[in-house]
Structure formats: structure tokens, C-alpha cells
């Protein structure tokens, strides 16, 4: 586990699990878009809505795993990470592997100031600039939905 998920001091989506929880880093990419403030939803392997996430990288913080994550799974380039999670929130990720594993998720803000139609998953997956209303329609999952409405808040009070 990351020393950053030790020292979390961010709001906490969803309530505990009592099965075994394993952590993923996930990322919330936002702009002020054309249509105001902006989150960047990819979708997943079951072409649900969801944030760039993934398993913590060896030999990287929660905040540079998020960034690689961000590039490789949304093509964002360049944009300023927070260097602590802002975040947590419970989910389910299924494998073909282990079937459904019940995850942890930390998420780090990238307010984005470049991205790339060309990475290293824009074959696999959809990606898509929504508004906080476009982004309560289309994620599925509740504590997802639940967590990306926190963010937005949080961002729109920096702003």
C-alpha cells in the first residue's frame, strides 16, 4: 500500500466492505471546457463510464500512478496532479482472473492543460469530456456517481 493512502486526509465515498479490498489509484481529469467545468470519463473493459484508475505502480507515488494512468488509459498529456489523494471511494472491479474484486480507489485531481488522440489504450477505449449533469447520467455506479458529484464541489471551490 502506498504511504499516501496512510496519510488520506480527503472525504471517503461508499461505505467499508467487509471482504478483502485491494487499492487502485484513480485520476479526476477536468478543464473549464466550453460548456464550463469538464470531467474525463474512459470507459471500461464492460464499456461502463468510469475515471482513468489502475493498480499502484512500484517505484511511483499515487500521484505519478495517476498521471500514467491519465495518459495511458485518457491520452492526457500534461496537466498539474494533486500530490496527495483528494478522495477515496469503494468499487468492484471484475477479472477474468479472480472474477469481482472489491477495490479501493484514491483519487488525485489533474486539472489538464493538454491531451493526445494518440496513447497507449486509444484503441480499447472511449473517451469523452462531460459536465457534472452529463456525468450523473452516464456513470453507472452509484458510489462512482456519488464521487465524481464530490469532486466536481471540491474543484469548482479551487476555481
Known amino acids: 500500500m502506498s ?19 485491494s487499492d487502485q489509484i484513480g485520476a479526476f481529469c477536468y478543464r ?3 460548456r464550463g467545468l469538464e470531467v474525463l470519463l474512459v470507459t471500461s473493459s464492460r464499456n461502463r463510464w468510469i475515471l482513468p484508475k489502475g493498480w499502484p505502480m512500484d517505484g511511483l507515488t499515487s500521484a505519478e500512478t495517476a498521471r500514467a494512468e491519465a495518459w495511458e488509459e ?8 494533486s500530490s496527495e ?6 468499487s468492484t472491479k471484475v ?3 479472480n ?13 489538464v492543460t493538454e491531451t493526445d488522440t494518440t ?5 480499447r477505449r472511449n473517451v469523452r469530456w462531460v459536465t457534472r ?6 456513470i453507472c455506479q452509484e458510489n462512482l456517481r456519488d464521487a465524481v458529484e464530490t469532486l466536481f464541489a471540491q474543484v469548482s471551490q479551487k476555481a
Open 3 to 21: 504511504s499516501n493512502f496512510k496519510s488520506f486526509s480527503g472525504s471517503l465515498v461508499g461505505a467499508p466492505q467487509s471482504h478483502p479490498i
Open 32 to 34: 473549464n471546457g466550453p
Open 74 to 81: 485518457a491520452g492526457v498529456c500534461d496537466g498539474i496532479v
Open 85 to 90: 489523494p483528494v478522495l477515496i471511494y469503494n
Open 95 to 97: 477479472t477474468k482472473r
Open 99 to 111: 472474477g469481482v474484486v472489491f477495490t479501493r480507489v484514491a483519487v488525485h485531481t489533474i486539472a
Open 119 to 123: 496513447f497507449p489504450e486509444a484503441d
Open 133 to 138: 449533469r452529463e456525468a450523473d447520467l452516464i
